[in-house]
């Protein structure tokens, strides 16, 4: 595509990263299949740590598998605070809530990530939460 034209055929990485932020309630749930479509069969999730990084739409639908099958939250919410576009790159600033189901308290914690999107879909991704507060708060 030329410089300066824009891909009118598929929704901006904005509007992409908004829907996969916003879908997180469902993952939990194990409703997969609509967040999936949303990932590049080619996805780089950079996970950092022990984990290394997970390559491709299985990994990440076996990540999400996980979450939803151990999910120890409910009332999950997600709020982005702030999003910011550059080119292929969306990053957001967001908050996230819900409430530790054995415990019945309540966490509420800021988080960022940033993908990168091609034709519709994420093919990378980088995440922060502030895993600390969420531990104080749930007094873990």
Do not use: E, L
């Given at each position: 595509m030329p410089q300066?034209?824009?891909d009118t055929a598929h929704p901006g990485p904005g509007e992409i990263h908004r829907r996969i932020v916003e879908s997180y309630a469902q993952i939990l749930e194990g409703r997969l299949e609509d967040a999936l479509e949303l990932i590049?069969?080619?996805?780089v999730d950079h996970r950092g740590g022990t984990q290394g990084d997970h390559r491709g739409r299985e990994a990440w639908r076996q990540k999400w598998e996980r979450m939803?099958?151990?999910?120890?939250?409910?009332?999950?919410?997600?709020?982005i605070e702030q999003n910011l576009v550059s080119g292929d790159t969306s990053v957001?600033?967001?908050?996230?809530?819900?409430?530790h189901t054995g415990s019945g308290r309540r966490y509420e914690v800021l988080s960022m990530d940033m993908v990168r999107v091609r034709n519709g879909r994420i093919v990378e991704h980088w995440a922060l939460r502030d895993a600390d507060a969420m531990r104080d708060q749930l007094g873990l």
């Open positions: 300066g034209t824009k590049d069969p080619g996805v939803s099958a151990g999910s120890a939250f409910h009332d999950v919410s997600v709020t957001n600033r967001y908050t996230s809530r819900g409430t």
